[in-house]
C-alpha cells in the first residue's frame, strides 16, 4: 500500500486490506513498516522525531488489537517507539485473540541517503524473537533486518515456522539508476532456502516526496516459499493483498530430513561473533 | 562433466576443460567435487574407503599444480584425502605459480540415501579458509557447505572477493520425484545477494550406477553476480564450461557503500553458536 500523512487514512486503509486477507483466509496478515504515515526517513529533520509515541498512548495499537480480536488473526504493527527517551522500530506483536504479545526492536538500522534512520532509531536491545500465536510460530524481523542472514537463521533456531518483515524500500536517492529490488528479494529468497521455512515482505508503494530527498518505494511484496521460490507477488506500483497458504508440518518434515540442522557446526562459526571477522 | 571410474580419463577430461577455460580468459577455474571418480558415497561399501591417499602421494594433485603453473591459473582440488588415519572430503588450493597454498577440509558432512557422507569423511577440522591468490581472494567451501549462510558469511568476513563450491548433488534415491537443483541454487545465490559477493558451483552431471543406489546428477552449475541473479549456467547434462568476468573493485565499492557489514550485531548473534538456538 501507499502511505499519505494522514495517520487515520493509514489506518483505515490498512484495516481495508486487513480485512481482505482475513475474508480470503489469511490467518498471519503482515502490513508494511510504519504504515502511520510517509517514510520520514527519508529527511533528517529533528521534527520527526516527534512521531515516537509510548506504545501504550499510541491509539493504532489499541485498534488493531480490537481487529485482531475479531477476525481471529495474528499480525506485528510497526510503529515508531518512544521509551523513555530512547526511540525504536518497533514491531508489536499482536495475537488472535487481541492480545499484545511482546515487542520486538529492530536490530539491524539502515544509514545511507535517504534512508537515515541511524538519526532516528536506537538499535533494538530486544534480540531477535520468535512468537507462538494462535496461527503458528512467527518470526519478525524489520526491514533491513531481512538483509541479515543471522537474523533469519537465528529466527529458525528459535523455532519459527515463517518469518516475515514489514519494509519500505525502493530507489535510491544517490543513485536513480539502481534497482535493489531483485537483489533485495534473492537476499530473502535465500532465507527461505537455507533455513527451509516460508518467508514474507510486505513493502509499500508510490512516491513520497520529503523536504529533501524524493523516494519511489518499489513494492515487489512477495511470499517465498520454503525452498525460496516466489509463489506470490504483488506489483511495484499496485496496492494488493497477496497470500499463500503451507502445510507446516510436511514443511517440518522435509526441514528434517534434508539434515541441515543436523549438520550445522557451531565449533566453526565463532568469526560471526565479530564486525572484522576475527575470532580474537 | 561426467565422470567414470577411470581415475586418468577424468583427470585428462578435468584438463581438457581447464585448458579451455584458462584459453577462454578464466583466471580461478573451478573442478567438481572428487572429479577423479564416480560419486562413490552414494553407497556405504568400505571397499571405497581405501581410495583416499595421502596428499603427498595423489599425483592428480601434482599433475594439475604443473597445469596451474602453465596456464596461470587459480584451482581448488576437490579430492579423498587420507591423513593418518583420518579420513577428510578436501580441496587443495593451488596457485597460479603451481603452489600448494594449503587446503581446506569440508565441514558440513551430509548423510541421506545416496549420500552416506559421514560414513566416509570425518566433519572437516580446518575452519573456513580464504585464499589470497594471484588472482583474488577466494573463499572455498566443498558441496554441502553450500547450504550454511555461516560457511559463507564466514569467508566474506574473512576477506573473500568470490565463493567457489565443487558440488556433486542430483537425484534423490529415496524420492525421485523430489528435484532440488532451484532450491539448491537459490541457498547460493542468497549467499551472493546478502554478501554482496559472487559465488559459483560446479556440479557433475551424467548418470551413475552403484552397488546399491543409483544417481542421476543434475548439473546446473551456475555463476551469481554480487546480487544473486545467475549470469552463467550449465545444463543438466551437459559438459561444459561456463564463465563470468567481474569488476572486484565495483564490487567491494558497494559492498561498502550498502552498509551491512556495518550494520551487523554480533552482540545479538550468539543463539548461532548452537545446534538448538539455546544461548545458555
Not at 60 to 71: G, V
Not at 140 to 154: L, N, S, T
Amino acid at each position: 500500500m501507499a502511505m499519505s500523512e494522514n495517520i487515520s487514512d493509514n489506518v483505515a486503509k490498512a484495516e481495508h486490506y486487513v480485512r481482505e486477507a482475513a475474508a480470503g483466509g489469511s490467518r498471519i496478515i503482515l502490513i508494511p513498516e510504519l504504515f502511520e504515515g510517509e517514510y520520514f526517513c527519508k529527511d533528517l529533520v529533528a521534527e520527526h522525531l516527534k512521531r515516537a509515541l509510548p506504545l501504550d498512548e499510541n491509539p493504532t495499537i489499541a485498534h488493531f488489537q480490537q481487529i485482531a480480536k475479531e477476525l481471529n488473526v495474528v499480525f506485528p504493527l510497526s510503529v515508531f517507539e518512544r521509551a523513555g527517551n530512547a526511540l525504536f522500530n518497533t514491531v508489536v506483536m499482536v495475537d488472535a485473540d487481541g492480545s499484545r504479545m511482546g515487542i520486538y526492536r529492530k536490530s539491524h538500522i539502515p544509514d545511507g541517503p535517504g534512508y537515515t534512520e541511524k538519526y532516528f532509531f536506537s538499535p533494538g536491545d530486544t534480540g531477535f524473537r520468535v512468537w507462538n500465536t494462535q496461527h503458528g510460530r512467527v518470526g519478525v524481523g524489520i526491514c533491513w533486518d531481512q538483509w541479515f542472514p543471522e537474523a533469519a537463521r537465528a529466527m529458525a533456531l528459535a523455532g519459527a515456522q515463517c518469518i516475515i518483515y514489514p519494509t519500505a524500500i525502493g530507489s535510491e536517492p544517490a543513485d536513480p539508476s539502481w534497482d535493489s529490488s531483485r537483489h533485495w528479494q534473492r537476499v530473502m529468497q535465500g532465507h527461505a532456502a537455507a533455513n527451509i521455512i516460508p518467508v514474507m515482505a510486505a513493502n509499500r508503494v508510490g512516491h513520497e516526496k520529503g523536504s529533501t530527498t524524493e523516494i519511489t518505494f518499489y513494492g515487489s511484496s512477495f511470499i517465498a516459499d520454503y525452498t525460496g521460490e516466489i509463489v506470490a507477488e504483488a506489483g511495484r506500483d499496485t496496492e494488493e493483498v497477496i497470500s499463500a497458504e503451507f502445510d507446516v508440518a510436511a514443511i517440518e518434515a522435509l526441514r528434517t530430513s534434508w539434515g541441515l540442522f543436523r549438520d550445522r557446526r557451531p565449533d566453526l562459526y565463532g568469526s560471526l561473533l565479530s564486525l572484522d571477522g576475527n575470532v580474537e
